[in-house]
DNA sequence: TTTTCGTTCCTAGCGCTGCTAGATCTCGGA
DNA sequence: TCCGAGATCTAGCAGCGCTAGGAACGAAAA
């Protein structure tokens, strides 16, 4: 019993340094970067040893953007608890954001943009995922009025998504950005 | 001179060629697809020929989105002057975005989203991306009020991009794609 | 203690990618 | 008719995600 769950247990830490080498290398040099033999040599194994944990590399992405989201997710609810009303609530959590995607431009594609293996939008999705989506929807819901609050969350969270994902891609000048940002505001709350 | 005219026609032609094999294997089967092997099969020349008239496939690929974004301008173009007044106009416009990301993904996406080498947001900027972007800001601009037409402009892009692209990628379910769509116009006009 | 057997892991390789060097072939001009 | 320049192809490089098959290890049985 004891050495089974030993080896559990090493094989968890494993796969743990698998994502966590991921991450790392994604965030350095960008996701292109990410190869299955540089991750491989990056945990000093061989590359089908990561095929035993993971079923590709679009799995071993996916664990990264689980991973991502609840640190996005933290950092949300921190934005949100910290603001004294509503307004700056809102404002607080749009920053948050943003500057999440600024701060961590391969994490945010990862679970964004990038085409992952993940389940979204049903109640399969990541309890991160869902976390991340509540967070907005609490700091959209004193401007739901009688509207759909959910519909409005996913309205509000993709204006934020064009915003980041537009400039990033250089289609955006970044000198506007706080101007758009605060625009798009103006106009969500009313 | 007639040799050296006809050389140069010829080589024009087989450009426009190479442009429209990618994008109608784009629109079939995805980027993913569209491999310089099976480019150059289908425009029945070798490889190297591609690279006589494109540094690369990326080139290629902003040919084709180029290309593209021009016939987007036109279809906005015909949906904001159809309209009636500036709400069916910028409803109109609206959908007619939309309506192109998804009857066009692949051309949408390497307009939008890809990583194509173009630039953006500057004069140098393709006249088609201009033109495109000038049909969303003549339906934005009853709208503007006060505010930077160019920035509230970008603001609405953005948002139209974001419902678009989180949908696509199965971040946002699509039965409430029409809500949340007049969920946006009813806030961004007031 | 020795042998067996199951698991774990690595080496090697497949078919694909974007891209290019060098040989070959075509064809206009002398 | 022959030459030379340009156009085009064949073949190959380094890298990709992924996997088959064998070697080496370690726990249980003799």
Same mark, same amino acid.
């Given at each position: 019993? %004891?050495?089974? %769950?030993? *080896?559990?247990?090493?094989? =968890?830490?494993?796969? *743990?340094?698998?994502?966590?080498?991921?991450?790392? @290398?994604?965030? =350095?040099?960008?996701?292109?970067?990410?190869?299955?033999?540089?991750?491989?040599? &990056?945990?000093?194994?061989?590359?089908?040893?990561? $095929? /035993?944990?993971? *079923?590709? *590399?679009?799995?071993?992405?996916?664990?990264?953007?689980?991973? %991502?989201?609840?640190? @996005?997710?933290?950092?949300?609810?921190? =934005? &949100?608890?910290?603001?004294?009303?509503?307004?700056?609530?809102?404002?607080?959590?749009? =920053?948050? $954001?943003?500057?999440?995607?600024?701060?961590?431009?391969?994490?945010?594609?990862?679970?964004? /943009?990038?085409?992952?293996?993940?389940?979204?939008?049903?109640?399969?999705?990541?309890?991160?995922?869902?976390?991340?989506?509540?967070?907005?929807?609490?700091?959209?819901?004193?401007? /739901? !009025?009688? +509207? +759909? @609050?959910?519909?409005?969350?996913?309205?509000?969270?993709?204006?934020?998504?064009?915003?980041?994902?537009?400039?990033?891609? !250089?289609?955006?000048? &970044?000198?506007?950005? +706080?101007?758009?940002? %605060?625009?798009?505001?103006?106009?969500?709350? !009313?």
């Amino acid at each position: 019993m %004891s050495i089974q %769950s030993r *080896k559990e247990r090493e094989r =968890a830490e494993r796969e *743990k340094l698998i994502i966590t080498a991921a991450r790392e @290398l994604a965030e =350095a040099e960008g996701w292109e970067a990410v190869t299955t033999r540089r991750l491989a040599e &990056r945990v000093e194994y061989s590359q089908p040893v990561l $095929y /035993s944990h993971f *079923k590709g *590399k679009g799995a071993i992405m996916a664990a990264v953007a689980v991973e %991502s989201c609840a640190d @996005l997710a933290v950092e949300l609810r921190a =934005a &949100r608890t910290a603001a004294p009303d509503a307004r700056h609530a809102i404002a607080g959590v749009s =920053a948050a $954001y943003v500057a999440f995607a600024d701060r961590h431009p391969a994490l945010y594609d990862v679970i964004f /943009s990038l085409d992952v293996p993940l389940p979204f939008a049903t109640p399969e999705a990541p309890p991160a995922l869902q976390a991340a989506f509540g967070e907005l929807a609490e700091a959209v819901r004193p401007y /739901s !009025g009688d +509207d +759909d @609050l959910g519909a409005l969350t996913e309205t509000f969270w993709a204006a934020l998504h064009g915003l980041v994902t537009l400039m990033r891609g !250089g289609r955006l000048p &970044r000198e506007l950005h +706080d101007l758009r940002l %605060s625009l798009f505001l103006a106009r969500f709350t !009313g």
